[in-house]
């Protein structure tokens, strides 16, 4: 054996696997970054028209009416928290990133998780598929992801969605697998189509966990905030990366303290949706 074939790095075997796909699909990678790009600004866009004090309220009342009064308050203080240390619009582009990444996830994994509850053989094809997405370091994807799309907003969604997808699908699966047989076996008796069965009896049953699904993709997206600010992404991970290269401990921490209110307000809301979903449970049952 020539000993120089095992000096190759892994690098230089993959190099023309990425040189290929860059030259053959490349107008599918340039549509993909259009899409996605459209998207991220128009989120972005609508977001930053509305004057902040006027989205702080608009937060609340919605966070009041869908939650309660106490997540309506903590929502109003994390945004103004943002507003007040200045970094009111990298939150919002770091709002939109999220929202646009978790959006992907849940149109990726929830199809995928229904099939897996489904069909056996899938979720065992399927499971070490996503142990391995979820041992892998998430810095680690954004390495192909940027040889593929370059630096910029794009490579930093697509390291988001495939680390906030495993969560979600793995979740998607145990709550379909969660819905007691006997209601879809009646569902069928009567008739019922597919179809029916799946949004009018199985989604209605397994929404609960489907909810722990999305809160924990929602945090686990946002984690990559930081990570996502390496590559080009903007928003508030940009001004954690500014103010550690630049050694400005002020900029640093005001931008760390408004990812920890952007995450809070999104837990606290999504675990509100969660605990006001559930059903009482009444003496006796």
């Given at each position: 054996?020539?000993?120089?074939?095992?000096?190759?790095?892994?690098?230089?075997?993959?190099?023309?696997?990425?040189?290929?796909?860059?030259?053959?699909?490349?107008?599918?990678?340039?549509a993909i970054t259009y899409v996605v790009e459209a998207?991220?600004?128009?989120?972005?866009?609508?977001?930053?028209?509305?004057?902040?004090?006027?989205?702080?309220?608009?937060?609340?009342?919605?966070?009041?009416?869908?939650?309660?009064?106490?997540?309506?308050?903590?929502?109003?203080?994390?945004?103004?928290?943002?507003?007040?240390?200045?970094?009111?619009?990298?939150?919002?582009q770091t709002v939109a990133l999220v929202t646009v990444?978790?959006?992907?996830?849940?149109?990726?994994?929830?199809?995928?998780?229904?099939?897996?509850?489904?069909?056996?053989?899938?979720?065992?094809?399927?499971?070490?598929?996503?142990?391995?997405?979820?041992?892998?370091?998430?810095?680690?994807?954004?390495?192909?992801?940027?040889?593929?799309?370059?630096?910029?907003?794009?490579?930093?969604?697509?390291?988001?969605?495939?680390?906030?997808?495993?969560?979600?699908?793995?979740?998607?699966?145990?709550?379909?697998?969660?819905?007691?047989?006997?209601?879809?076996?009646?569902?069928?008796?009567?008739?019922?189509?597919?179809?029916?069965?799946?949004?009018?009896?199985?989604?209605?049953?397994?929404?609960?966990?489907?909810?722990?699904?999305?809160?924990?993709?929602?945090?686990?997206?946002?984690?990559?905030?930081?990570?996502?600010?390496?590559?080009?992404?903007?928003?508030?991970?940009?001004?954690?990366?500014?103010?550690?290269?630049?050694?400005?401990?002020?900029?640093?921490?005001?931008?760390?303290?408004?990812?920890?209110?952007?995450?809070?307000?999104?837990?606290?809301?999504?675990?509100?949706?969660?605990?006001?979903?559930?059903?009482?449970?009444?003496?006796?049952?």
């Amino acid at each position: 054996m020539n000993p120089s074939i095992l000096q190759l790095s892994p690098g230089a075997l993959l190099a023309p696997a990425v040189d290929w796909l860059n030259t053959n699909l490349h107008p599918l990678f340039a549509a993909i970054t259009y899409v996605v790009e459209a998207i991220l600004s128009a989120i972005e866009a609508g977001l930053l028209f509305v004057p902040p004090l006027a989205v702080i309220g608009i937060v609340f009342v919605a966070a009041f009416l869908a939650v309660n009064l106490r997540v309506a308050i903590l929502a109003g203080l994390c945004l103004g928290f943002c507003l007040i240390v200045g970094l009111w619009t990298a939150s919002m582009q770091t709002v939109a990133l999220v929202t646009v990444a978790v959006l992907i996830s849940v149109l990726i994994a929830f199809p995928i998780g229904v099939l897996c509850s489904r069909y056996k053989t899938l979720e065992a094809f399927v499971r070490p598929v996503l142990d391995v997405m979820q041992t892998v370091p998430p810095w680690v994807y954004l390495i192909p992801a940027v040889m593929i799309f370059s630096l910029g907003r794009v490579p930093a969604i697509i390291a988001t969605i495939v680390y906030g997808i495993p969560p979600m699908l793995r979740l998607t699966t145990l709550a379909f697998n969660q819905v007691p047989r006997e209601y879809v076996e009646l569902g069928s008796a009567i008739g019922a189509h597919p179809r029916s069965v799946l949004w009018k009896i199985e989604f209605p049953l397994a929404k609960q966990t489907l909810l722990v699904g999305l809160n924990q993709c929602i945090l686990l997206s946002l984690a990559m905030v930081v990570l996502a600010g390496l590559v080009g992404a903007g928003g508030l991970g940009a001004e954690v990366t500014r103010g550690l290269t630049r050694m400005e401990m002020g900029l640093g921490l005001r931008a760390g303290l408004a990812i920890v209110a952007v995450a809070l307000l999104l837990d606290r809301v999504s675990r509100g949706l969660l605990d006001r979903g559930r059903a009482p449970v009444t003496a006796g049952h």
